[in-house]
């Protein structure tokens, strides 16, 4: 069973994202989203810089998400076909709930930036942990429209960056589960020599 909340462990060892494609409602609710993103905010952060945001793009604000990513990408990509910018405008439009992950770090702490990009990271996992502890799954994407500036304005200013698209709902279809690193290839014990 994917997802078992029998225990925290259980839990973490059956975790299994959802494709934000096929998620479907109920979603969680405000009073939920705010549980889990009080959860998130729990997150390792080295000089408690909290060098993260979170924004919620609620249902109503879909459409222009889309908007802001397609203008951004035809902008980029004259050309582009009209099979691209339908799936940009899906993307916008996936699963019951989105929240919009920024890494927001401090440069001019003496923390290192990348430090606080793993605090980002750990920020959004803990959201993704958070969101199917409360009976939901969660999807991380990213593709073109993290990496874009414009899209990225559309939620903050550089020296921020979109961590990901964290799409939240209900299975539409069972979870099926991926294949995983065999534990000897990325696991190993040091001997203390160099490799």
């Known amino acids: 069973m994917l997802n078992d909340r029998s225990s925290p462990l259980s839990l973490l060892a059956t975790r299994r994202s959802g ?7 109920p979603g969680p609710d405000d009073a ?9 905010l729990r997150t390792p952060d080295h ?18 998400l889309a908007a802001v990513i397609t203008t ?18 899906s993307f916008a439009h996936q699963a019951p709930a989105l929240v919009v ?12 930036v990348w430090e606080q990009e793993l605090s980002a990271g750990a920020a959004c996992m803990n959201l993704i942990h958070a969101a199917h502890a409360s009976g939901y ?8 429209a993290a990496y ?6 559309a939620f903050g200013r550089a020296p921020e960056r979109i ?10 279809q069972p979870l099926e589960e991926r294949a995983r690193p065999p534990r000897d290839d990325r696991v190993s014990h040091w001997d203390g020599k160099h490799p």
């Open 19 to 25: 494709r934000p494609r096929d998620m479907v409602a």
């Open 32 to 40: 939920a989203l705010s549980a889990i993103l009080d959860i998130a």
């Open 47 to 64: 000089g408690k810089l909290a060098p993260w945001r979170f924004v919620i793009v609620g249902a109503e604000q879909r459409t222009a």
């Open 72 to 89: 951004a990408y035809r902008a980029e990509r004259p050309q582009a076909a009209r099979l691209e910018i339908e799936a940009l405008d």
């Open 101 to 112: 992950a920024l890494s927001s770090p401090r440069p001019e702490s003496h923390i290192p």
């Open 137 to 144: 799954v969660a999807g991380w994407l990213t593709g073109w």
């Open 148 to 153: 874009s500036d414009t899209v990225r304005d």
């Open 163 to 172: 961590a990901g698209f964290i799409f939240i709902g209900s299975p539409g």
